[in-house]
């Protein structure tokens, strides 16, 4: 079983940036795929970015030149650099963390961009 635990959510304006990151309780080496996703209120969780063990990454079409996800195998923590964002950014975003069809979930961290 794995662990993962967002930081890194907060208030920030139009047009800002932040980081969030994502710590996992084992060897990130050891995980097939790690991403993120979002869920805005009344609506649907939707998938933001993902990133998998060989380094290759996937985004949406709304997070593609704003958003990057890396990680930092020595501290098995992920990583989402959010930039230039939007007040329809504003959601709760979870990370996850697959090894095979399993997968582990955050509690989620809120991300709130004002106009």
């Known amino acids: 079983q794995v662990q993962v635990v967002e930081s890194g959510g907060g208030l920030v304006e139009a047009g800002g940036s932040l980081r969030l990151s994502c710590a996992a309780s084992?060897?990130?080496?050891?995980?097939?795929?790690m991403g993120w996703y979002r869920q805005a209120p009344g609506k649907q969780r939707e998938f933001v970015a993902g990133l998998s063990s060989g380094g290759i990454t996937t985004y949406s079409d709304s997070a593609k030149g704003r958003f990057t996800i890396s990680r930092d195998n020595a501290k098995n923590t992920m990583y989402l650099e959010l930039s230039r964002l939007k007040p329809e950014d504003t959601a709760t975003y979870y990370c996850y963390a697959a090894r095979g069809i399993v997968k582990y979930w955050g509690q989620g961290t809120q991300v709130t961009v004002s106009s």
């Open positions: 084992a060897s990130i080496q050891s995980i097939n795929f």
